[in-house]
C-alpha cells in the first residue's frame, strides 16, 4: 500500500495524505479498550513508516541538509487536551516512548474541564496556552509537538493575542507548526497575519460542506492553509455502520447529537443509501468512498477518521489508493446537492462554541 503525501500549508513537510484522529480512543463514542487503541497506533505508524522517504528524527529545531528537497513524515496523529480530560494524551505517550520520530503529532488546546469532565469553557489567554502545552507535553512525554492547535477560539481574547503567544511557543521549539480549529475566514486571516497558520482543522464530509459556502475554503487556499477534515466520515454515521440511534452505547455522545435524534437519524439515513449504491458500483467500501471524495477535493485537503479498530484504519489507509474519475465526482456530487441533511452538526452549545 503506497501512501501518498501533501505538504502541511507552506511548510515544505509533507504528512500523510489521510491521519488518524483518536479521540474516540478515550471518549465520546462509547467504551475504549486502550489494549485495542494500541495496536491501531502501532499500525498506524507502521504502515506510514512503511514508505517514509525520511526519516526526521532528533529534537526541534530541525536541521535538514540543504540537498533534500522534500521532508517526509508519514503517519500524522490527532489528538487533544480535552478527549479524556488528558487521557488520550497520556494513552498516547505509551506508542511515543518508542516511536516518537516516525510520528506527526498534533494536539490542541482551549477548552477547559473540570477533573470530573465538566466543560468549563474556551481559553486563548497566552498565560493559559503556555499552561497547557506544558500539560500535554508532561502527559505526552514529549519535547515538542509537531502541530499545535488551537481548539476553539476564545471570544474574549483577540486572535493577535491567542496566535502570538502561540508563536512563542515555536520560536522556543516547544511546537513546530500552528493550527486553528473551528475559526471564521476573518479570524484566519487575522491570525495569519501575525504568524503562518499552517492547518485549519474543522468539519467537512459530504454532510457538512460548510466551508464552501462561507468562505473559509477560499480563504486557506489564498493563505496556503490546509484543511485537516475532521469527521470525514460523519462521525461514522456516513459509513452505513449505524442503523438507529440504538446502536449507539448509552454512554456515546452521539445520542443527544442532533443530526442522531431519533427523528433526523432515519431521514438522514438517505445520503447514507446513497453513498452505498456508489460505494457498491465502484467496488469500495462507503468509508473509502467517501474519503476518497474528500481527498479529491484538493492537494489541500488531510481528512483524519478516527477509529480504534485495525479492521477500519486499514479499509480507511485504502482510500489513498481510490480514484475517482470526473465522472463519479460528479455523480457523488450530485448524490450529495439532492440530499436535504437533517439536524445542526452540534447541540446548541457546541454551536454557540463555533467561530462562524
Ligand atoms: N477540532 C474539533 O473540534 C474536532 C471535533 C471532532 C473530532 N475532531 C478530530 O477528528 C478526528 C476524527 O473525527 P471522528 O472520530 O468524529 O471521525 P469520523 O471518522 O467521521 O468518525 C469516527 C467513527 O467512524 C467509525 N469508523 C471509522 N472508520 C470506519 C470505517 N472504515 N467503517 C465504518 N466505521 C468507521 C469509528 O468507529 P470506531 O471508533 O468503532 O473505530 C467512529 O465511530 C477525531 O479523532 C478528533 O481528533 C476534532
Known amino acids: 500500500m503506497v501512501i501518498p503525501h501533501r505538504e502541511l500549508g507552506r511548510t515544505g513537510v509533507k504528512v500523510a495524505a489521510i491521519g488518524l484522529g483518536c479521540m ?9 479498550d486502550d489494549k485495542e487503541s494500541i495496536a491501531v497506533l502501532e499500525r498506524s505508524i507502521e504502515l506510514g513508516a512503511l514508505r517514509a522517504m525520511i526519516r526526521i528524527s532528533g529534537t526541534p529545531p530541525y536541521v535538514l541538509p540543504q540537498s533534500l528537497s522534500s521532508r ?21 505517550a505509551k506508542v511515543l516512548k518508542t516511536r516518537r520520530s516516525e510520528v506527526f503529532l498534533a494536539t490542541k488546546f482551549g477548552g477547559v474541564r473540570a477533573p470530573d469532565g465538566k466543560f468549563l469553557g474556551i481559553n486563548g489567554k497566552p498565560e493559559y496556552i503556555r499552561q497547557a502545552l506544558e500539560a500535554s507535553l508532561n502527559r505526552l512525554q514529549v519535547d515538542y509537538v509537531d502541530l499545535y492547535y ?5 471570544p474574549s481574547v483577540p486572535i493577535e493575542d491567542t496566535v502570538r503567544a502561540m508563536a512563542e511557543l515555536v520560536k522556543e521549539g516547544k511546537v513546530r507548526y500552528l493550527g486553528l480549529s473551528e ?3 476573518a479570524t484566519l486571516r487575522r491570525a495569519h497575519a501575525v504568524h503562518p497558520i499552517a492547518a485549519l482543522q474543522i468539519e467537512y464530509s459530504p454532510w457538512t460542506l460548510d466551508i464552501e459556502e462561507n ?3 477560499e480563504t486557506a487556499r489564498e493563505l496556503g492553509v490546509t484543511i485537516v477534515a475532521y469527521s470525514p466520515l460523519g462521525r461514522g454515521f456516513l459509513t ?13 455522545f452521539r445520542r443527544n447529537h442532533p443530526r442522531f435524534s431519533p427523528e433526523n437519524f432515519s431521514k438522514n439515513l438517505d445520503l447514507v443509501r446513497q453513498f452505498e449504491e456508489l460505494a457498491k458500483a465502484k467496488g469500495v467500501a462507503s468509508s473509502q468512498l467517501i474519503l476518497a471524495w474528500v481527498l479529491a477535493q484538493g492537494q489541500d485537503f488531510i481528512p ?7 479492521k477500519y484504519l486499514e479499509e480507511n489507509v485504502g482510500a489513498t489508493n481510490v480514484t475517482l474519475s470526473e465522472h463519479e465526482l460528479k455523480e457523488i456530487r450530485k448524490a450529495i446537492d439532492s440530499i436535504k441533511i437533517y439536524g445542526t452538526r452540534y ?4 454551536m454557540k462554541g463555533l467561530n462562524i
Do not use: W
Open 24 to 32: 474516540g480512543m478515550s471518549e465520546y463514542y462509547g467504551p475504549t
Open 72 to 92: 517526509t513524515i508519514h503517519c500524522s496523529i490527532i489528538i487533544c487536551d480535552v478527549y479524556g480530560i488528558g487521557k488520550n494524551e497520556e494513552l498516547l
Open 150 to 154: 488551537q481548539h476553539r477560539v476564545d
Open 183 to 185: 475559526c471564521s475566514a
Open 215 to 217: 468562505g473559509i475554503l
Open 240 to 252: 452505513g455502520q449505524y442503523k438507529s440511534i440504538d446502536d449507539f452505547d448509552a454512554t456515546d
Open 304 to 310: 483524519i477518521p478516527g477509529t480504534r479498530r485495525l
Open 347 to 350: 447541540p446548541e452549545a457546541g
